[in-house]
């Protein structure tokens, strides 16, 4: 990533974050919007096929945040930029606070690096994080343990040291419109399983791929452009 990139900024509506995610929406009552999808991927890893044609997403995995008969909406865990938490706090003017007791705040996640979630809004953040005490302003529920806060009041909680215990940042996020992501699944272009939280949240990033084809019993050696969806 360019280390002169612009100061992230982000989310502060519903609306916006559905704009910005490639024409995903909430599934409503709207009868022209289409059939729901056949195979629902929310909570899913997406995990990239050599036979992927998107260089951008090649050894990718993509956890996948909503899923409907409008299209996807999902951040890759597996991709690191060249700023760290602690920088981008600072870039968005936030100053970190150090709360010795509380059992909130993490040293370690504020080191982590912050992930590339994929080409979509580049310059906007997207929060992936365990479940917080407090609500945020724009948050994804996607799961009940699981959330996707695109609203600046999390990094606000963060630097006060009561925001989410468990944490992936990223700036961008991968969007699909209606019937793209299970064209390309139809294509071979990926691989899904049921996510693991412990991938996301536990592992160094570069062992989140292995780890991911290994929900699938797959040895990522012997993962060819021939393999076929499991």
């Not at 990223?170 to 139809?186: N, R």
């Not at 290994?214 to 990522?220: I, M």
Request: glycine share 8%; net charge negative; charged share 20%.
């Amino acid at each position: 990533m360019n280390k002169q990139r612009k100061v992230p900024f982000f989310f502060q509506t519903a609306a916006e974050r559905e704009a910005a995610a490639g024409a995903v929406a909430p599934d409503d009552e709207d009868d022209d919007a289409g059939d729901p999808p056949a195979f629902d991927l929310t909570n899913h890893f997406l995990i990239a096929m050599p036979s992927m044609l998107d260089p951008i997403f090649g050894g990718s995995v993509v956890y996948m945040c909503e899923h409907n008969r409008n299209g996807a909406l999902g951040v890759v865990i597996n991709k690191p930029t060249d700023m760290t938490m602690d920088v981008l706090l600072e870039r968005v003017s936030l100053k970190l606070e150090i709360v010795a007791d509380a059992a909130e705040f993490r040293p370690d996640t504020i080191k982590r690096p912050v992930m590339f979630g994929g080409p979509v809004q580049v310059e906007r953040g997207f929060v992936l994080h365990t479940h917080a005490d407090k609500a945020f302003s724009s948050t994804i529920n996607v799961t009940s343990d699981i959330g996707l806060t695109t609203s600046k009041d999390v990094l606000e909680a963060v630097a006060h040291g009561d925001g989410p215990q468990q944490m992936l940042v990223s700036l961008g996020c991968s969007g699909w419109s209606a019937g793209q992501l299970e064209a390309e699944i139809g294509r071979n272009g990926w691989l899904t399983v049921a996510a693991d939280p412990a991938i996301i949240f536990d592992l160094p990033y570069e062992q989140r791929f292995a780890a991911a084809l290994k929900l699938l019993g797959v040895d990522p050696a012997m993962l060819s452009a021939e393999s076929g969806r499991a």
